[in-house]
């Protein structure tokens, strides 16, 4: 990618990131956490990667994403919001009594959301069999599919992986959200789901492990994924919980809490400033 690219993949990604703020804050609750560690993927896939078009949400031939970890929807709402898909004005709704953005993702409410997703491990079965969909129709669009660590301490997780080799699914591509945390604390003290890439090989998977923060890796590890012919791919993103807001980075706290009024204007300070340092203002 050139630099001018870069630039606006981080711009958008710290945009992204303030809308996380905005809607956490504005629901007193949700899970900023692990929106926030999957900012940049969620930048980089609906403002570079995928095939889809705001103005025709249900593209027939349009890529698909199934966010698998649902309750990191403020994450996936902010994307959206940004990308044009609905106003950015609706973001503080999130989780309010008639709203539309409500804290896991609702295909039939949310323009761009393709699966309902909310139960953690599901999703990426639905991923699955959209992917087989295509390949029975002769359609060329891709599917992705993006996990939570703690999220593949379920078992229908490989039930899904399994699926996904079996039918030799390289049109699908999973990613693992790997922060390291999950809603009780360490993912290697809850349930370890380590080694994640062997298990993901052993799966019939082709592996790449990234920095989930550098959109170089994010963008080579994706062109690699579209030239493997015959098995499904994971990219692990190695991350940070809570990632561009200085007290929620590293800290299981804020997997699932909004932030008050005093901690609001110290992450939008904090993001307002990396932004205009990016724009260079």
């Not at 970890?69 to 996936?76: E, M």
């Not at 295509?134 to 490989?158: C, F, M, P, T």
């Not at 080579?220 to 561009?244: D, E």
Request: net charge negative.
């Amino acid at each position: 990618m050139t630099s001018n690219e870069l630039k606006e993949l981080q711009i958008n990604a710290c945009k992204v990131r303030m809308g996380v703020i905005e809607s956490t804050h504005g629901a007193k609750s949700g899970h900023p956490g692990g929106s926030l560690s999957a900012a940049d993927l969620f930048t980089y896939l609906y403002f570079k990667e995928m095939n889809i078009d705001p103005a025709n949400p249900k593209m027939e031939d349009r890529d698909r994403f199934v966010l698998s970890k649902g309750h990191t929807a403020p994450g996936l709402y902010s994307t959206l919001a940004l990308r044009g898909f609905f106003p950015t004005e609706e973001l503080p709704n999130l989780r309010h009594i008639g709203s539309f953005l409500q804290g896991h993702p609702n295909m039939n409410t949310v323009p761009g959301v393709d699966m309902s997703t909310g139960s953690l491990g599901q999703g990426i079965s639905c991923a699955a069999g959209m992917a087989l969909g295509a390949k029975h129709q002769g359609k060329n669009y891709r599917v992705y599919s993006l996990l939570g660590d703690g999220e593949i301490q379920e078992g229908q997780v490989w039930e899904a992986c399994m699926f996904a080799s079996h039918y030799k699914l390289d049109n699908l591509c999973i990613f693992v959200d790997n922060n390291g945390l999950q809603i009780d604390g360490n993912v290697a003290d809850v349930m370890s789901p380590y080694p994640i890439f062997d298990k993901l090989t052993a799966f019939g998977f082709h592996v790449e492990t990234i920095d989930g923060h550098s959109f170089e890796q994010i963008e080579s590890a994706l062109n690699n994924a579209r030239s493997i012919k015959g098995k499904p791919c994971a990219i692990i993103m190695n991350t940070i919980k809570g990632k561009g807001v200085s007290f929620m980075e590293h800290q299981v706290g804020w997997h699932g809490k909004g932030p008050n009024d005093e901690e609001y204007a110290q992450a939008m300070n904090e993001l307002k400033a990396a932004l205009a340092g990016l724009e260079g203002k």
